[in-house]
């Protein structure tokens, strides 16, 4: 559980990492630096991903059950109310996260803050989710899906007083506090589904239900412009 939590800390870290760089960039040198050291990253990336790859060992061949069989096993009798539930709750729970990160450096402009403050606030929603995805892989061990609930039921409140900080010091504690219980809700999602499905279906299962929280990273965002 741990470990699932750890690896899935990556994306909030990456941005947390943009948001502070970009808090000190914007103001001093503008955009147009931003994209090319994102793009420089993104290369450098690719070439340590490609000089890490190894010859798989060689296994033994298994026969394998056709993959449109183990998606409609996702739906079966047994499962269906599990995998529905699991995706509407992917779906959500990134379309948060994306929906905040992508929206609120532009709302909170709109509001006076400079854009390097915008930046700064919006990255604390993203440290928060590193420090929310370490704290659940303790938490899930012991709370278990408790823990999952108390999050998202948290995010939904902490949203609902946002605009009501805008000009606050307090804002930002709040940013952080939504970021704990978006990212970590998030990250305890993957952990949850891992958890829930039998050994046969938990691979199609998770990637699944990723694949359809990456739909809302799409859609939400749209749905709000």
Known sequence: VLLVAVV??????????????????????????????????????AILFIMSLRDP??????????????????????????????WLLHFGGVGANYMLISWLPSLLTRSGYAPSDAALATSLISFGGL?????????LARLGRSWLIFLYGS???????????LGSPILYAINFLIGICIVGGYISNSVVTSQLYPASSRASGLGWAQGVGRTGSVITPLIVS
């Open 155 to 165: 995010a939904v409140v902490l949203i609902a007083t946002l605009p009501f900080f």
């Open 8 to 45: 899935g800390c990556g994306l909030s870290l990456g941005n947390l990492a943009s948001g502070l760089i970009a808090s000190y960039v914007l103001p001093r040198f503008g955009w147009p630096p931003m994209f090319v050291g994102a793009a420089a990253v993104n290369v450098l990336i």
């Open 57 to 86: 060992p060689r296994v033994q061949t298994i026969v394998r059950e056709p993959y449109l069989s183990r998606i409609r096993s996702l739906f079966s009798k047994d499962l269906a109310k599990l995998t529905s539930i699991l």
């Open 131 to 139: 420090v929310g995805g370490l704290i659940s892989g303790f938490a």
